[in-house]
């Protein structure tokens, strides 16, 4: 009985959402809030539930180990950024985050980039197979044209800069656009799978 | 020819409603369009495959509602795969629904396998902290989560979870991610070189490719596609609905492909007749 009456909530809702589609409306205004309020309320729960309660309460009220406390202490320094006259405590915290943060950006790049920029070293070799040598040779062309084109302190009027610097934007154009498709896919694939629910789930018209 | 132009300023309701009916039309029949599984399914596939007896699967859960029509497609999948091959997993994720989302799909399909949580699955929640965190958890497992997120027990009371002592225990990790969460777990791969798959929705795919080729990930899913083409490979309980929904897709990419090349030939009449003017 629970699942029938949560199987039709759940389609309401999503019928709900789908109405902006005609027009905007209030049915639509109610289960976006409805949304963005069990959203936040799930979130506050689940914070608490997962990390908060065994993290730090248990450890500092339960284990006896009360400088945990300073955790709390610390982090409600932020909040001081309201008050222009204690906003040097915000400052503090705020500083030894971003000193943290820019230490973790540098290793970041190390572990991302440094590979990427040696898989993009390629022998333009033909044997032993020709299809590789070919995908190792356009791979060279795209990565030389696209550098070539952000290349804005040397004038790019001059051949050959000029053709590899167009040809460049192209193969740009070309990323774009498989960006784009990707992104039609990817938002079909969730109209695909709410309808699925409502014909499958809802209405049982279908069956797999 | 003025007819033409019309295409230009086709109703939107109208496009919404074709684009339903179309999508709906292979969920109700059976379309038999061309299907074909990718390398970087395979990938992924061949590295549950040839995981060491000795290693755990770390899920990195990285998805919520918001991505659950590509994610939990792919999650069902890799989580049907691990339980079919008897590969013992621990879920987590930075995402709040993540790990428990994961939890109720494996829970699921644990009843068709006979899995039992604590020895074959624990589930440790989410976590917050980022990169920081990660890169502890890599140092020392059992101090960066001290309890599982289901039954709060500590992680050494699970027989599955006290063999996972650092990054070195974990034989692959996967990533079911709907945003850039994936940038933290390659960062984890290229530093303790651990093997990453990475599923992840199709906007983030053109994004992935140069790693598939440098060789930080093993495989990788791409949106429902994705799913689609693992269901195929494990011939796992979803593979039909994901096959239909595919075929969806198609139709509905067909549509976009005709609506484009009819508000272009729409374009293309109007300059003629404003030149002609």
Redesign the interface.
């Known amino acids: 009985m629970l699942e029938v009456v949560v199987t039709w909530l759940a389609a309401i809702a999503t019928l709900g959402i789908y109405s902006i589609?005609?027009k905007e409306n209030p049915f639509y205004r109610f289960f976006e809030h409805l949304f963005i309020g069990l959203g936040l309320g799930?979130?506050i729960f689940?914070?608490w539930k997962?990390?908060l309660h065994?993290?730090w309460w248990t450890p500092m009220v339960v284990e006896g180990r009360w400088y945990w406390i300073f955790a709390m202490i610390i982090g409600s320094l932020y909040y001081f950024i309201f008050s222009p006259r204690f906003a040097w405590m915000a400052r503090l915290v705020i500083s030894t985050m971003m000193g943290?943060t820019a230490g973790?950006v540098f290793?970041?790049f190390a572990?991302?980039y440094?590979?990427?920029i040696?898989?993009s070293f390629r022998a333009v070799r033909f044997s032993p197979s020709l299809a590789g040598g070919l995908n190792n040779l356009l791979s060279t062309l795209i990565l030389l044209s696209v550098l070539i084109y952000f290349l804005f302190t040397i004038s790019q009027e001059r051949q050959p800069l000029s053709t590899l610097s167009k040809l460049g934007r192209w193969f740009i154009m070309l990323?774009l656009g498989?960006?784009f498709g990707?992104?039609?896919?990817?938002r079909?694939?969730?109209?695909?799978?709410?309808?699925?629910f409502l014909?499958?789930d809802w209405l049982k018209?279908?069956r797999? | 020819m003025e007819w033409l132009v019309k295409f230009r300023y086709i109703n939107r309701q109208w496009i919404f409603l074709t684009l339903a009916l179309l999508v709906a039309l292979p969920l109700l029949l059976i379309l038999p369009l061309p299907f074909f599984v990718g390398p970087q399914a395979r990938g992924l596939y061949e590295a549950v495959k040839e995981l060491p007896p000795d290693k755990v699967v770390l899920l990195a859960m990285d998805w919520g509602p918001a991505t659950k029509g590509e994610s939990m497609w792919q999650a069902q999948a890799v989580i049907e795969h691990l339980f079919k091959e008897k590969k013992p997993f621990i879920i987590t994720g930075y995402d709040i629904l993540g790990p428990q989302l994961s939890q109720e799909l494996a829970e699921e399909l644990a009843k068709k396998y006979g899995a039992t949580y604590g020895e074959n699955w624990v589930n440790v929640g989410f976590i917050t902290g980022g990169l920081a965190f990660l890169l502890r958890m890599a140092k020392n497992f059992q101090q960066a989560f001290k309890t599982d997120s289901i039954q709060h027990k500590p992680l050494s009371s699970y027989s599955l979870a006290r063999r996972v002592k650092d990054i070195q225990d974990i034989g692959l990790i996967i990533n079911v991610t709907g945003s850039g969460s994936y940038g933290d777990w390659i960062i984890i791969q290229t530093t303790y070189q651990v093997p990453l798959a990475v599923a992840c929705t199709a906007v983030i795919t053109p994004d992935l490719y140069p790693f598939l080729d440098s060789k930080q990930l093993v495989g990788m899913l791409s949106g429902l596609k994705g799913a689609a083409e693992y269901e195929t490979l494990i011939g796992g309980s979803h593979s039909k609905a994901t096959l239909k929904m595919m075929m969806s897709q198609s139709m509905a990419h067909l549509l976009i492909i005709i609506l484009i090349i009819l508000g272009n030939i729409g374009l293309l009449f109007e300059r003629r007749l404003r030149r002609s003017a």
């Open positions: 589609l005609y799930w979130t689940a914070v997962d990390i065994p993290k943290l973790l290793k970041s572990a991302i440094i590979p990427q040696e898989a990323g498989a960006m990707s992104t039609v896919m990817a079909l694939s969730l109209f695909i799978d709410r309808l699925t014909l499958h018209i279908i797999f």
